[in-house]
């Protein structure tokens, strides 16, 4: 075991000076092939570099959420705006006409729910025959370091980065947090980086202070989760900060469909991630084109 005793904290992380692309938009994403890079540019659009993915795999932890009450008639609408739908495989087979051009964020992890105490143990639940049949842009994985069962959640991690290096597929490493962990910028400068580091090609993770500097350390993508329903008008400001800091996406679910018009709450967030509006601009659209 490495000698703990006087770990520093990282001190410089050049936040102005932009990580090198060398012949693909993606951060990080240099050295793949053909076929993951071809999946990342169904993620990130290449003309702006980002992605608005649209998270409604809420229900394999939650069950029917306000929202989600129906797959089949709540996502729809929404799913045309977005450009990843980030889902259990049970809500698209289901729901979700294979008739359309999203891309799709597989969740491929699973085990515990909000019903329990403690939520952090999860295992793969999904194999890669199914993601290569469903034809997924990418497998999302819960991670829950610092928890008791942070090495699990790890393994899983690091069990679906072997399966996608093989198969072309990008695997999605989401930082998640449980009941009792930190939310702090030292806590997701270390989950962030620890789950780059394990090979996730795109990190998801939350808003925070100092964000750039976590974007600076980590050496793929970030998106940005949503977290839970705050005012419209505040959910675009952290679409904003989180852009304007170099984040790559955001991946938004209750701050969408929770939205008092979540058709016109995606379109709003589409603004600020792809066209550039401050969330003001975004917000004033919000407000004319919602329905009263
Ligand atoms: C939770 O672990 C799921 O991945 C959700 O998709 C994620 O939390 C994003 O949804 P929200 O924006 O509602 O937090």
Known sequence: MADQDGIQA?????????????????????VYDWGMKHRLSRI???????????AFDHGYIMGATSGLERLDINVPPLAKHADVLMATRGALRTSIDPCNDKAVALRISGGSSVLREDMTLEYLMVDIQ????????????????????EAQTLK????AVNLGNQYGIPVLGVVGVGKEMERTPRYFLTAVRM?????????KTYYCDD???????????????????IPEKDALELAYNAISKGAAGVDMGR??????????????????????ETAEEAYKFYLETKED
Not at 130 to 149: L, P, T
Not at 255 to 276: L, T, Y
């Open 44 to 54: 990130f659009n290449p003309k702006s570099g980002h992605t608005v993915m649209l």
């Open 10 to 30: 990282g001190k410089n992380f050049y936040v102005d000076q932009a990580q090198e692309n060398k012949g693909f938009f993606v951060k990080g994403s240099n």
């Open 255 to 276: 701050n969408v469909f929770q939205a008092e018009d979540p058709v016109a709450m995606i379109q709003a967030i589409r603004k600020v991630v792809h066209e550039g």
């Open 195 to 203: 789950v780059a580091e394990m090979g996730a090609h795109i990190v």
């Open 211 to 229: 964000f750039e500097k976590i974007v600076a350390a980590c050496p793929v993508p970030i998106v940005v989760a949503g977290g839970k329903k």
């Open 130 to 149: 199914e993601a290569v049949r469903m034809d997924v842009a990418c497998m999302a994985v819960q991670c829950y370091v610092g928890s008791k069962n």
């Open 156 to 159: 899983n991690l690091n069990t």
